[in-house]
């Protein structure tokens, strides 16, 4: 049963974080570019450590804790980290392409 | 123990009178006498065990196994110097408390003596050459010290130098000398190598070795021709050349050539040389002595000559010639101080030391003049005082010796010759300061001294006396004993009397004093005949040869660093392939016995990744973010093949170390050009290609040949001792903070020290200071996002808890002090970044140097604690306990030594960090909102 929730979970991360990585390579521009890293990879992640954090308490007859904390570590940081690259591509103005949405939305940071 | 304690007591005395400033000039004095005094004391209760023909030993070994222990021993030669150096040392700590002025510092001259009489003891008292040398250093070093006392004066600091520059090039001879004489014997130890005299003299490097000895002897007690610095070292007050240039400094060489007699002497070429030398020396200094007009210049030359004597008696080939040296080396001692503290007198009381101004003295201060003249006297040799006895002891010896065969008359009659020059120059120091008429424009109406500045004076006048009339009663014992120790066990029937009946040397004594007498009388002539000479100037001609030696070595130094950190790499890096790479040639296969593991697909994965992140890093080189980026894949890779191959607290490590380093580097980076141009041609690139290409061939070739080759490590030593002897299961960090406890402390140390360098680098460094990125575009208006610093401060506690959770499991499982401060540090730099340094600066008032201190200072203390349990040095401890709501948990010493390395590791990072933070800080805003 549990490495049936395991496989589960491992697959389910995994996918997400296939498709961030495959959303870096195939996205049109920066700004596009950004959300597979940071969003579908985030959340591959978390699925993939709840994978772990079952198999540790499953294995080590005691409840594994720390993948909790790993989590909020990158549930905390990641958003953060894209924050300040779009933060960044917009001091840099970088080049997007007409379907980028939200470019109204961008104040004049110089 | 005691023996130590002379020495010993002299170097406290010299610590404790350093700290006297507060106090009065006479409790300043009576503090420092203190120390001497219950040294002398010391002395005195061996004195009778020496005199019945014992040898003090004591030895404490310090690294036994390279034979380096820190020995003493006392014989009468010993015995002799350290009676000398302590009184004479006492009574010019005295007298010094009248000469000094107000304006001059007496805490300072006196510590400086004390140190000097430290090294002086520990010359004659060592039984342990290396040990010997080391003190011999210091001499030149204390006396450096104490020429320049008077450090605003441009001769006292030309003066110091010369001499420091003449004694410490003889030392560095010395030390040559000696270390091939330890070679030839195989013992560092001086008892060893005065027992091995025939080992040494039919060994083919003797003529080298004493050559060698010879120099560091001969430099430091002025012999010609390295005599020129003693004059100049008259700049020093004279309570220095009271006791520098009587009964120490350089008696140190004389008491070299005593030393090493029994193991060096009775060749031809001992005899050759040092009686030569001490001819040559002993005739000049007495010739040029007459011609000086600066009192003290005239004792100077006087003492040159006086050195020249005892030496050429050394170099005599009899038994006697050696008894009558160390005679002289006493005689010298007490009225050449006592000179010198007259001289004092006389240059304190009339504010010059001229004597074609000083006339007419004995009207002035008839006391102090007839303790000055009774103590010429004696120099000139005249009978009834102890000058008398040993001048006359070497008039006797001049007569025995065949040392230039068939003419070894000559000797005898240059030594009346001389005799007859110091007799001229006593007779000028005594006819033309006291009498000779008025003294003409003197800066002060002279007087007597204070009473008590003539004390130190009258003692050894006194002394003078009693020798020159009862020497048998004086000095009849410690004369023996000494010669017993030169002579290595036999002292020949001598007999010190006032009266030996009418014989030759009489006559050459008294030819010299009507000789000399005659010559002062008809000095005008020889002034003139002096003045018709061409000047000889010594000080021109060293500082002449220090100019082009100083040139020359500035050449050669700058050809090889130019400044130029590329090449200093290129040359290291050369070096290293020729020294690593050599062997190579010489092994026959690369390849070892051992088997290859196979490849897996995460390795190769892994290694080629690694691969790619080395050379994109040096491809983009001049992009240098791009760069920075690359390498940190490289750092990140390296971590992960740590773990690959079961190394987590490694892994741990690197990838901490990796994060600060990178920080590190951009902060650096803000200050470079963000591209840097093309400059290197493609010559250039040619040969730096070959080189790095050339290195990694060696260094892969090295450990491909050593992985493939079985080899036996220590490394199953910890894994079976980490439990049992260290109490932790993570081996790693048992072997950190237990089995290399040392270690670790010695590498915290040089990180504490790093670190406090870097931020000294780093104060006030005038840096430029872009105000724009490369392509010009401005710095971003918001320095320090909103949502960056409320989320790395919240961070901060869970960063912290990890780092505590690190340190406390890393007994037992990967972590420990190490990692866990350098995650700390990482959680304080983000709030840097975050934050900037203002804002923390304002809420973190901490002083990282005190933490680095504090960190160090836990770290030694656990070391230190193994003490008091009667342990070695950092041996440590641990036990189970059961604690309420815990459980039964381990705790060990280890782990509070783990925490001064945690906390010596978060103080020295973020003391880097912030300090090159702070620089960026202050970058110009105005440029922002333009």
């Known amino acids: 049963m549990t490495e049936w929730i395991i496989s589960i979970l491992l697959l389910i991360g995994g996918s997400f974080v296939l498709i961030g990585s495959i959303g870096l390579v195939k996205m049109p521009d920066y700004f596009m570019r950004l959300h597979g890293p940071t969003k579908a990879t985030t959340l591959g992640m978390a699925s993939l450590l709840t994978a772990a954090m079952v198999f540790f308490s499953t294995s080590q007859d005691a409840l594994s804790v720390k993948e909790i904390l790993i989590s909020i570590f990158l549930l905390l940081t990641a958003p953060i980290s894209a924050y300040m690259m779009i933060k960044s591509a917009i001091h840099h103005k970088l080049d997007s392409i007409e379907r980028t949405q939200g470019k109204d939305n961008i104040e004049d940071d110089v | ?930």
């Open chain 2, 1 to 930: 123990m005691t023996l130590l304690w002379i020495p010993l007591l002299s170097l406290i005395g010299s610590i404790i009178s350093s700290m006297t400033g507060k106090l009065t000039r006479n409790q300043s004095t009576s503090l420092s006498l203190l120390m001497p005094f219950i040294a002398l004391c010391i002395t005195i209760s061996f004195a009778p065990a020496v005199f019945s023909g014992e040898e003090v030993r004591e030895t404490i070994s310090w690294i036994p196994l390279l034979g380096i222990n820190i020995a003493f021993r006392l014989d009468g030669l010993a015995l002799l110097f350290v009676f000398m150096i302590i009184t004479i040392g006492i009574l010019v700590i005295f007298y010094a408390r009248y000469y000094l002025s107000s304006k001059d510092s007496m805490p300072k001259l006196y510590s400086y003596l004390m140190l000097f009489m430290t090294a002086m003891l520990g010359i004659v008292m060592s039984n342990n050459v290396i040990q010997l040398w080391f003190f011999w250093e210091l001499t030149s070093i204390s006396s450096f010290l104490l020429i320049s006392y008077w450090w605003y004066k441009s001769e006292a600091r030309k003066g110091a130098i010369m001499a420091l520059t003449i004694t410490g090039g003889g030392g560095l001879a010395l030390l040559a000398g000696l270390l091939i004489i330890s070679n030839i014997v195989g013992s560092y130890s001086l008892d060893v190598i005065l027992a091995s005299r025939e080992l040494i003299q039919s060994h083919n490097l003797y003529e080298v070795a004493l050559i060698l000895v010879l120099l560091g002897a001969f430099t430091k007690s002025a012999q010609f021709p390295f005599h020129f610095w003693l004059p100049h070292a008259m700049a020093a007050p004279t309570p220095v050349s009271a006791y520098l240039h009587s009964a120490t400094m350089v008696k140190a060489g004389i008491f070299l050539l005593a030393r090493f007699y029994p193991a060096l002497a009775g060749t031809d070429i001992w005899f050759i040389i040092v009686s030569l030398t001490g001819m040559t020396t002993l005739l000049f200094g007495a010739y040029v002595a007459l011609f000086k007009h600066d009192l003290k210049g005239l004792l100077a030359y006087s003492t040159i000559s006086h050195l020249g004597l005892i030496t050429l008696l050394f170099g005599l080939n009899t038994e006697l010639a050696t008894v009558a040296a160390i005679f002289h080396i006493i005689n010298h001692a007490t009225f050449k101080a006592s000179l010198f503290m007259a001289t004092g007198i006389i240059d304190h009381e009339t504010g010059t030391r001229d004597m074609r101004k000083i006339n007419g003295m004995w009207r002035y201060m008839p006391y102090t003049a007839t303790l000055a003249m009774v103590a010429a006297a004696s120099m000139a040799g005249v009978p009834l005082l102890n000058g008398f006895l040993s001048k006359e002891m070497f008039f006797a010896e001049t007569l025995h010796q065949q040392l230039l065969g068939s003419m070894s008359w000559i000797i005898p009659v240059l030594a009346t010759i001389a005799g007859a020059f110091s007799v001229a120059y006593s007779a000028r120091f005594i006819h033309d300061v006291f009498f000779n008429g008025d003294p003409i424009d003197l800066p002060k109406e002279p007087s007597e001294p204070p009473r008590y500045m003539r004390v130190p004076i009258e003692i050894l006048v006194a002394l003078c006396l009693l020798v020159g009339i009862f020497p048998n009663f004086i000095v009849d014992d410690i004369l023996t004993s000494a010669s017993f120790a030169v002579l290595g066990g036999y002292v020949p029937e001598f007999k010190v009397s006032l009266w030996h009946g009418f014989n030759l040397p009489l006559l050459m004594s008294a030819f010299a004093v009507t000789g000399g007498l005659f010559m002062y009388t008809q000095r005008r002539h020889l002034f003139t005949f002096q003045a018709s000479l061409p000047p000889l100037n010594a000080k021109k001609a060293f500082d002449n040869s220090i100019y082009v030696m100083i040139k020359w070595c500035q050449r050669k130094i700058g050809a090889i660093e130019n400044g130029s950190l590329q090449r200093y790499l290129m040359l290291m890096f050369l070096i290293v392939l020729l020294g690593a790479g050599w062997p190579l040639f010489e092994m026959h296969e690369l390849v070892g016995t051992k088997e290859l593991t196979p490849v897996s697909m995460h390795s190769a994965v892994g290694a080629a990744l690694l691969m790619i992140g080395a050379i994109s890093t040096v491809i983009w080189y001049r992009t240098r973010m791009v760069s920075l980026l690359m390498i940190s894949v490289v750092g990140l890779m390296v971590s992960v093949a740590f773990t690959r191959f079961s190394a987590p607290d490694l892994a741990l490590t690197q990838l901490t170390v990796e994060v600060v380093t990178i920080v590190l580097l951009m902060l650096a980076l803000f200050f470079l050009p963000q591209r840097s141009p093309k400059e290197s041609s493609s010559m250039r690139i040619i040969r730096d290609i070959s080189i790095s290409a050339g290195l990694g061939i060696v260094v892969g070739s090295i450990c491909y040949a050593l992985i493939t080759r079985p080899f036996e490590s220590i490394s199953n030593f910890f894994i079976a001792n980490a439990k049992t002897g260290g109490g932790g299961t993570n081996v790693v960090n048992v072997i950190l903070v237990d089995f290399r406890g040392f270690d670790t402390l010695g590498e915290i140390c040089v990180l504490g020290i790093a670190a406090l360098g870097i931020s000294k680098l780093l104060i006030n460094l005038p840096l430029f200071m872009p105000g724009s990125d490369s392509e010009g575009r401005p710095w971003a208006r918001e320095r320090y996002p909103i949502l960056l610093a409320s989320i790395s401060q919240s961070l901060l506690p869970l960063a912290l808890l990890v780092s505590v959770y690190i340190f406390l499991r890393g007994h037992n499982l990967p972590g420990g002090g190490f990692i866990a401060g350098l995650i700390t540090a990482i959680a304080f730099i983000l709030q840097y970044i975050a934050h900037g340094s203002n804002w923390i600066s304002e809420r973190l008032t901490i002083n990282y140097r005190k933490i680095i201190a504090s960190g160090l200072a836990i770290a030694l203390l656990t070391g230190v604690g193994s003490w008091f349990f009667g342990r070695p040095f950092m041996t440590t401890w641990f036990d189970y306990f059961d604690i309420p709501f815990i459980g039964n948990i381990e705790l060990a010493s280890a782990l509070v030594f783990d925490l001064g390395v945690y906390i010596t590791v978060v103080g020295a990072t973020l003391m880097i960090l912030a300090h090159l933070g702070e620089l960026t800080a202050n970058a110009p805003k105005e440029e922002v909102n333009i």
